[in-house]
């Protein structure tokens, strides 16, 4: 609730983490489970293998209504919302005037009202990003009486087919409005994982009810903000504020796919977005520096912020995310180098406690999505 | 154990005459969550009371054991290389660190007995 940041807040499903004897660690400012006890390692592959369900109730889910919500949102966001119909979202991110990336974000449209989905420590300055922009015939709100879930796996189109056969056909970023035992949700076919599944979004007093729902199903175990980590690591999707943020473009992280040629240069809505000479040109003409997968050679995890360096000694990026993958069974990582380093097989050393260690640029992701498209 | 002693950092070392077996605890494995690589040192390396002796990390986080006494490396827990799980299963038994020939015996009167360790846990939890 407090802006400032000075109070940490609770999911409406706090008590049942803790029930489930979650570590709880703070997140955002918010109190969130790490981990249950299986452990992180044990969720992860659960999700790969089966079904987690996910409180991601933190996440700021924000509503744009008014007559001119499409010229507010395409002004701020390089996309075209004309191509985004009633029944699908699309991932999306704002821009700075810098060509950086304030936070990514999936935008969907139900009825005249556009719901955006962004970072849980970015919602605020999201807000007022928008908010210091409308127009008088638009309003913007910050949902705050609204959760998000998500369940995700192989097995999870199977349960919802049981609670609710209606979402059986769902495909990779379709929404949908459905009541799934008597609980409303606004239903999205995605997730953070590179599995196919789903994201509920519902009011916060039905959250725990749909919650327990899901956790009833044979195939569905609880999963913490760990495995939510190590799962996006190995799917090679960018978590804001480490592979992504002010000082990346869209371009330099690998996410030109998601501006549609309308907003590119020659386009029916050229540019116009915070940012779009700059990233314009460098859709033209490449960034300078390029998200790559990094594998590292050896055992030893190569984190966040490590220096890559070339064979000829010099710093040529950083390491933006790196772990341990519990699928792929060894450490992976990805991050920044000079464009001239990225192509594949490039081999390159992380300095790891003032070490030189062995890594290789590779494909991401390090897992294949196993999402089910149209 | 009963001579089994502990530092304020969570390592744990048990002697047997001059010869200290070194680990970590099962609140700092627990605290890290499931070990995923251990870097042990070499042996025959010379450390001091409180330096980096070993390198552990879990999926999230990184860590270091600090060694508890002074003295020389004179073996390590090899298969800590291929399964550090072990050292969440079994921190004070399988999953050892190394063992140590300590320099000063009277260094290990310094550390925390065992009543005096599950205090300091009991504190933190």
């Not at chain 1, 949102?73 to 704002?94: A, C, H, K, V, W």
């Not at chain 1, 609670?163 to 769902?170: H, K």
Request: with cysteine.
């Amino acid at each position: 609730m407090d802006k400032a940041g000075l109070v940490s807040n609770k999911t409406p499903l706090y008590a049942l983490h803790c029930e489930l004897d979650a570590k709880i660690v703070e997140f955002a400012n918010h109190q969130m489970p790490l981990n249950y006890p299986s452990g992180i390692i044990a969720e992860h592959r659960h999700v790969r293998e089966s079904a987690g369900l996910f409180d991601v109730s933190h996440m700021g889910q924000i509503k744009v209504t008014g007559d001119s919500a499409t010229e507010l949102l395409e002004s701020l966001l390089p996309t075209d919302l004309s191509e985004l119909n009633i029944g699908r979202q699309r991932y999306t991110f704002l821009t700075l005037d810098t060509g950086g990336i304030l936070d990514d974000l999936m935008i969907s449209k139900f009825g005249d009202d556009y719901l955006l989905v962004v970072n849980a420590s970015n919602k605020h300055q999201d807000f007022d990003h928008i908010a210091c922009r409308l127009p008088a015939d638009c309003t913007a709100e910050l949902l705050d009486n609204r959760s998000l879930l998500a369940l995700q796996g192989p097995l999870a189109r199977e349960v919802m087919s049981r609670l609710c056969p209606n979402l059986a056909t769902m495909r990779f970023m379709d929404t949908m409005n459905v009541e799934v035992e008597g609980i409303n949700c606004q239903v999205f076919c995605s997730g953070y994982t590179g599995e196919d599944g789903f994201e509920f979004a519902t009011n916060s007093d039905d959250a725990l009810n749909l919650a327990q729902l899901l956790l009833d199903q044979t195939e569905v175990l609880p999963a913490g903000l760990g495995a939510r980590d190590s799962l996006r690591l190995e799917a090679g999707l960018c978590l804001h504020g480490n592979d992504i943020h002010p000082d990346i473009t869209p371009v330099a992280a690998g996410l030109s796919w998601a501006i549609p040629a309308s907003r590119r240069k020659g386009g029916s809505k050229s540019g116009g977005f915070p940012g779009s000479e700059h990233i314009l040109l460098e859709l033209e003409n490449g960034s300078t520096l390029t998200r790559v997968g990094i594998q590292p050679e050896g055992r030893a995890p190569v984190r966040a912020h490590s220096e890559i360096v070339a064979p000829t000694g010099e710093s040529i990026g950083e390491v933006s995310s790196g772990s341990y993958g519990p699928t792929v069974g060894r450490p992976i990582a990805m991050g920044y180098v000079k464009s001239t380093y990225s192509h594949l097989g490039t081999e390159l050393q992380a300095i790891v406690r003032d070490k030189p260690l062995s890594v290789k640029i590779c494909h991401l992701p390090f897992v294949e999505h196993n999402y089910k498209r149209l | 154990m009963s001579d089994i002693r502990y530092t304020n950092d969570h390592e744990w070392a048990r002697p047997e005459g001059l010869l200290v077996t070194v680990g970590i605890t099962d609140y700092a494995q627990d605290q890290l969550g499931e070990l995923v690589y251990i870097e042990l040192p070499a042996v025959g390396t010379a450390v001091n009371q409180g330096d980096e002796a070993a390198v552990i990390e879990s999926v999230k986080a990184a860590g270091d054991v600090k060694s508890p006494v002074t003295g020389t490396i004179v073996e390590v827990n090899d298969s800590l290389n291929d399964s550090p799980e072990s050292v969440n299963d079994d921190p004070t038994g399988v999953g050892w660190f190394y063992k140590i020939e300590i320099a000063d015996t009277s260094e290990f009167d310094n550390l925390l007995s065992e009543s005096a360790y599950n205090g300091l846990i009991s504190e933190l939890s």
